[in-house]
């Protein structure tokens, strides 16, 4: 009797055909067949080699998007940028165009006459569409869009439309952007009854990565900081969403969170986003962290941290779709502070350390083996 | 009846008018008077105030030391060169006198005529002095003497001279500094037999206290570490002993340690000190730190900390000084593994990420307080 | 017959009592008493040895400011602050006490009911009547105040009433902030007509000194600047007075002219300026300078300038005092051009190069000395 | 009549295998062919469109190595370092192989039993055969191979063989490395007498570009610069061959008589070069200077300097050949100061500031111009 086929497992990507989304199928690809190390993919150590996590190979991508670029295209133009590698977009085509064509239309676009109910379970009727037509085991929706606007008027924002369809749809979800997504209070009732491991916001990829690491090192060494100031420079799609202020003040939301959170008091600076476009989706972000030594003596640490926004969150973005994957076979709900270590403005109840973070997600990992 | 006066508690610094000495002495006097606010000892965390370690009025310094500059001069010009407040040298007049008389003449000095033997009992009949004049519970020998070149001929290097003394004056040890101290084979066999509490060593105040939280942090996120490399530019007397090139090549195997420990692996790339004397006690170091990302993008990270050398040792000592005196009270012996918090080279069975450094420090502080 | 006493001129800042005219008169003072060399003073190099500029020991200082405190405690807070040397205030305290006596109130206050021709009279009133006082050969006025906020509405800004002040007093102006001062359509005949030296605006003295040897390279080089993006972070009331947008707008107004004029091109990216009181008068400047290299290579240059905005500016100040009042001696009148060395906006007609403005300014010193 | 084919002008590189001279042949056609704007060339600016220089288009490659490498495949690989753009190497493919067929194998190399004059004139030998197959109007030697240690026994090094081939074969001279080349005292009477124009050494890049610009600031506004401390990290074989201390000292001397020749005076502080293979042909230089400012505040400005050395070099290599090769023709001899903008160590005579070299260029080229 032949074996049976693995399990396949759904990755429907709100944004789907943003730098992030292409560099998550393109590199998904690439690391399954070995064309490249899984560097940044924490689930592929060691550590988690037990937790029964979803194989690289067995992902199916799909998604939603309101532009119309099909991704082999904007996976060259990735790599003229040196966001991927040369020849990979080539390498991995088939693997694109499958992707492309599970994407559907997203929005609401300008004209769109269509009320939120009708939005959401259109929406939500892609998805399933989707993990029909693939034989999914199931789907995780992750919101890799563009960073919205803060909440306004009391509708819902499109991230928060999306959100609704993934768990109409029965879908673990994760929000990778600070938008609104399923923190929208109208969303928390049926969020919270819904059966569905959820978790978010923000994945913490740059400036406040190492803002979880340095701002617990001056807290345990009783070092007083007394200002932190930060300014981001970027372009790509990115940097142009967060040239509005209201974008960028969400954002910066979530970055100074973790300073309070670790520092334990909110030091005097702020935190600049400026839309570079030279840049394209390299981002330099430099942070001075003025600092008090014993007897008062003044202190600074300067970081300089450039990276590609893309490649940084493309691996983290493969991780949480596995992790929430297996989350849901073990019948896991709710939020997951567990998952911290991936965001900016993580579930209530986690820890802010970096450090802490860590432990928390090995020891899910280790849950989630257990529960095999 | 009146109370019985509280418990006395030494701290015998080897290089007793260096300026981390002066600065530790000088600092104590201020914190303890409520002259200053206790920035950057841990000690004086509320994470501590069970621990039962001696009060910061409670410690009497003295040491050795082969300069002959009065502490009080000493701290007038560490204030020129803005590594003490202006003012605070008049401040705690009394205490610096008070410290400078208690100082004898270290050696060997050029001419001096005693061995081995006679100089480390020379260096213990000091110690018992100062611990039966003051009248003191227990002194804590700490070494914050300037780097001495690496062990060369089987000949006990000055450190382990003091180091021997130590012992022999059954006090407790610390190592501040890269140099051999108890670290020598000769000394091996008394450590053990000793029943006295021993840590070190070499004080980690800053770029490797950076190293030690950012090294994690990529190991931690599965991000490939190519080349890590370093300068550091300082002055004063470190700046000038570090200048000869094995005692930096001690210095520098302590910096290069926390790298392979946190990542796992030695990336490419060394560390220079150079001696800049314009730099006086303030020293910059910078880092730059070249790793891959997620299919292979090449990222870096750049940071630059500009701190006082002396103002980031000085209350290392003072927690080093009162958590050892306090190990000894309770009867606690051998090397100190849960100090790995302060040093660059810790004992053996340490973890080497800061942040598990910090929780065995507070386990530490617990286990002090259950047996007082 | 005893030789006459050599002339004496005023020099009389607006803003009398700030920290850039409180350093430039304790610096005079202590550079004229041989207390500290004369580092930062141009005027005192050997290139303008014959320029027969007003000796240091000649100049009587005064101004208009509408805050209080006395110029020797001001001194003892920038000590403090680590602005002016330990021990300097007192050994001028006389010098200090004496440019105090000749500090008159400004304007307009709250519930001020002059109107601008009576304010004008009012203060060139004080102006004549401290170099009538003195016995001064002349005075110039320099605006040393907090930068205002763009003009608005018509009426006078305050440093307009000031500069209208200096014309109707006779004395040269220079301009050392981006207000308005001369600068304001009103003024513009009466300028002209007054036969008087003036110069200005905007000290040149961080941030925009680098800008303006930097732009020239990537010129020179034919180096294509893609975007040049700059952080200042800076305490203090310049700081605070920045943090108004309008007022910052201003200032960055003169920094992004440099750009413009060195490169030929406007690049991408802003600059920021942010109040971060923690650091009090020491201003941190980051500038991020992304340029294409030969076949479209990318290639970054970062700059951090970690210094003392008052330390800068004040021998600048004097500097420029000297520069004027010599030129009004030998008859110069109108904008002076040659001084744009000192100058983020200078007068028309001037290069925008460092290089070439400090050739002028050495020709512009042989001018001063042929007219001996 | 059919118009006579444009004269040809040979360019024949010492280590013509090497990332510079392949970047130098690559992008020369580029540029020729309009694929590519001349970003980094000086002489396709405006200021020399009346030199007569000879156009890019006219310039004929050929050079001698000791590798084999093809020219085709060296440039792939540095494609994929990032350092030529993709598909550069396809689209240049003829140029690249015409290039590689006129490189002739240097030497000495191992076991070599040429003595000197053997080698010197088996080189001189070989760019006769390149002019005259070629049909080349002159040919301009210039040196970009790998830095090597300096001199030693009073041998002629291998630079120094062939600057004195070049003399030889009556081929202007132009020396982009530290090496020793034509000052050698065995072949000073030969260069004066030869009639031939030479410039060097020491092609100017990165760091010292820099301090050409940042020393005259300093100096022009009077500041004291303390300490002046550089490191440098950079891969490929220029970070191999800087590994070798003795070839490192060649280039910092270079780089700190800028300094001294700038400034004044030689300030503290050293420069490092480190071998860091990581990061290939991508170089990051970061200096730190430490001044006074007025009063004596301390002050410090930090540059970090991020770039691709060839694509640095190789604009000014052929600026260079073509300033040469018109200074020939028009009848110059002897060394040429006015070429100091390109060079750490440029020919007696020169001025140091950056602005001062790049008018004596505009003027250089102004006399090329009327020579015509």
Redesign the interface.
């Known amino acids: 009797m032949p074996a049976a086929a693995p399990a396949r497992t759904g990755v429907w990507l709100i944004g789907a055909r943003g730098s992030v989304a292409t ?1 998550a199928v ?2 998904c690809a ?1 690391v399954a067949a070995g064309l ?7 689930t ?2 060691d550590a988690f080699t037990e937790a029964a996590l979803p194989p690289l190979g067995t992902l199916v991508f799909g998604g939603h998007d309101t532009l119309d670029c099909p991704l082999p295209k904007r996976a060259e133009a990735l ?2 940028q ?5 020849g ?1 977009a080539d390498a991995v085509r088939a693997e694109l165009e499958a992707a492309d064509r599970e994407i559907r239309p997203g929005g609401p676009l300008p004209g769109d006459t269509r009320d939120e109910e009708e939005l959401i379970e259109a929406f939500a009727a892609d998805i399933r569409a989707f993990v029909r037509a693939n034989g999914l085991a199931r789907a995780v929706v992750v919101n890799v869009a563009s960073t919205e606007a803060g909440p306004g008027d009391g509708t819902l924002p499109p991230s928060s439309l999306y959100a609704a369809a993934a768990l109409r749809a029965d879908c673990p979800y994760v929000n990778f952007t600070p938008s609104t997504g399923l923190h929208h209070p109208a969303l928390a009732a049926e969020a919270e009854a819904g059966g569905l491991p959820y978790a978010g916001r923000d994945g913490k990829t740059g400036q406040t ?2 803002r979880s ?2 701002g ?2 001056f807290a ?5 900081v ?2 932190w ?1 930060g ?1 981001n ?1 970027l372009g790509g799609g990115d940097g142009a969403a967060l040239a509005d202020p209201r974008a960028a003040a969400a954002k910066n939301a979530g970055k100074e969170r973790v300073l309070a959170d670790t520092l334990g008091t909110v ?4 935190t ?1 986003i ?1 839309d ?4 394209g989706d390299w981002k ?1 972000a ?1 942070d ?1 962290i ?1 600092f ?17 926004d893309s ?2 969150a ?2 983290l973005v493969l991780d949480l779709a596995r992790l929430l994957a297996r989350a849901h076979e073990t019948g896991l709900a709710g939020p997951r502070p567990e998952l911290a ?1 991936y965001f900016k403005d993580p579930d209530p109840g986690a820890p802010a ?4 973070q ?1 432990a928390q997600l090995l020891s899910f990992g280790r849950l989630l083996a257990g529960e095999r």
């Open positions: 560099t393109a590199g690439a490249r190390p899984a560097t940044g993919m924490v592929e150590t790599a003229d040196g966001v991927l590698p040369h990979l990565l190492l690491v340095l617990p090192m345990q060494r009783a070092l007083t007394r200002a100031s300014t420079l030091p005097e600076g702020g600049h400026d570079v476009p030279a840049l330099t430099w001075h003025a008090d030594g014993f007897l008062g003596s003044r202190m600074t640490l300067q970081t300089t941290w450039q990276g590609c490649a940084l493309a691996p270590f350390a970096l450090g802490e860590y």
